[in-house]
């Protein structure tokens, strides 16, 4: 099966193809968020145990399929060869960081706004902090995608599926975490769906664009592959991992962590 779904995306334009994954990856989140109709509340150990899962991808994808390629695709020898890769993760850090502190924003398991001082509502916040997860995801694979349409040997459209599948894998959990906070504080359960599911739409967005800068910049994607790295980095230590340590769930948050890096090495070796 899995065969056939990469010889349909080889069949089809590259930007459309990271279109279609960034899709994919939007449905998962908002499978995720559509729990809300079946439940009011989820267990605080499980979501921090999906939250450390979703952790664990992230830093995984960002290693074997984005920074990997890209020092592998840069010619030279030692510093040469990984100053590249070293600076577009330093840029891609840098970006998530800004926007940090410019976006109004609340994370989950935190009472404090972070951003510029804003009127939005605290749902409106929670979203925004989710989102603001998405954009580096939706940017990875889009950039892996646009690799290929650059006909770049090292991008492949078995590594791009493999990612989408691995970043929509951890979008299912991150679906939950934004819609069950929103329910539980007496949102209905249609408007903590409609807020969950919104929080990845972006990532089509970011697709695309990655994809396009890509196929008409080639020379840039070893700078795209780990700026999109450094990114999700940026939001795994500075965001994901710190709003599972706010309760008594460290255990689980970190096992949930090594399950979700060992889940997307697998997929990335065994099947990119």
Known sequence: MFQSVVDYFTSIDPILAALYASLFTWFLTALGASFVFLF?????TVLDGML?????VMVAASFWSLLAPAIEMTG??????VIPAAFGFFLGALFIF???????????NFKVTEGIKSPWQRTTLLVSAITLHNIPEGLAVGVLFGGVAAGIPEASIAGAVTLAIGIGIQNFPEGIAVAMPLRRMGMSRRKSFMY???????EPVAAVLGAFAVTFF????????AFAAGAMI?????EVIPETQQDKNTDIATLGFVGGFIVMMVLDVALG
């Open 40 to 44: 009011k509340t989820m267990n605080r």
């Open 52 to 56: 450390g899962f979703t952790g664990g």
């Open 76 to 81: 030279g020898e030692g510093f040469q060869k």
């Open 98 to 108: 800004g926007i940090d502190k410019v976006l109004p924003h609340l994370h989950i």
């Open 196 to 202: 969950g599911q919104s929080s990845a739409l972006v």
């Open 218 to 225: 080639t020379p840039i994607l070893p700078y795209a592959l």
């Open 234 to 238: 940026f939001v795994v230590v500075e």
